[in-house]
T-cell receptor, first 119, second 112 residues
């Protein structure tokens, strides 16, 4: 299947600093990528939809100034957590839409996730 | 009421048994259905993708969709300890730009 790479897989940062997470589609172009947040033993919560060449669409309750998303190319989207605080510590996962041969729709592949710990 | 309901488990089965997982959804407009497997501290891995009622088989996995009942299932035959994970069902409206709506996930434990 299609491969989505996320980096870094783990990051620890000090409170008040910013941290950037990258999401790359390795073997396909992704005009749309999605950013999720997952708390322990809970399902994925969609944060925003990242569209190549345009502004991201944020879900209700997600602070766009806090979670900056840039989708500058067809293979790369970045999530920057600005002025991070301990409550931002979480598992962040990206996904990308890939066309599946023979199907009329698209399917979604996920990255490996990034663990953020803010101390 | 959540749009996609999934029993959280845990579901414990002996090795070699059939694992049966289910989800129900409320929006009849959902068109595409997926099953993901997520190991602890990892991103979800796509297992099955379907868009029509009926069965779809891939190796030990069978996905079943019944749009009239708004019910989707995943069966895992000859289960292995390595199948122990959380299984997430997901669905999407094509018009929604492929935003996925997830079930809460079912934790499965296959005992050797």
């Amino acid at each position: 299947g299609a491969v989505v790479s996320q980096h870094p897989s783990r990051v620890i940062c000090k409170s008040g600093t910013s941290v950037k997470i990258e999401c790359r589609s390795l073997d396909f172009q992704a005009t749309t990528m999605f950013w999720y947040r997952q708390f322990p033993k809970q399902s994925l919560m969609l944060m925003a939809t990242s569209n190549e060449g345009s502004k991201a669409t944020y879900e209700q309750g997600v602070e766009k100034d806090k979670f900056l998303i840039n989708h500058a190319s067809l293979t790369l989207s970045t999530l920057t957590v600005t002025s991070a605080h301990p409550e931002d510590s979480s598992f962040y996962i990206c996904s990308a839409r890939a066309q599946v041969r023979g199907d009329s729709g698209n399917t979604i592949y996920f990255g490996e996730g990034s663990w953020l710990t803010v101390v | 009421q959540k749009e996609v309901e999934q029993d959280p488990g845990p579901l414990s089965v002996p090795e070699g048994a059939i694992v049966s997982l289910n989800c129900t959804y409320s929006n009849s407009a959902f068109q595409y259905f997926m099953w993901y497997r997520q190991y602890s501290r990892k991103g979800p891995e796509l297992l099955m993708y379907t868009y029509s009622s009926g069965n779809k088989e891939d190796g030990r996995f069978t996905a079943q969709v019944d749009k009239s009942s708004k019910y989707i299932s995943l069966f895992i035959r000859d289960s292995q300890p390595s199948d122990s994970a959380t299984y997430l069902c997901a669905t999407t409206l094509k018009a929604a730009g492929n935003k996925l709506t997830f079930g809460g996930g079912t934790r499965v434990l296959v005992k050797p």
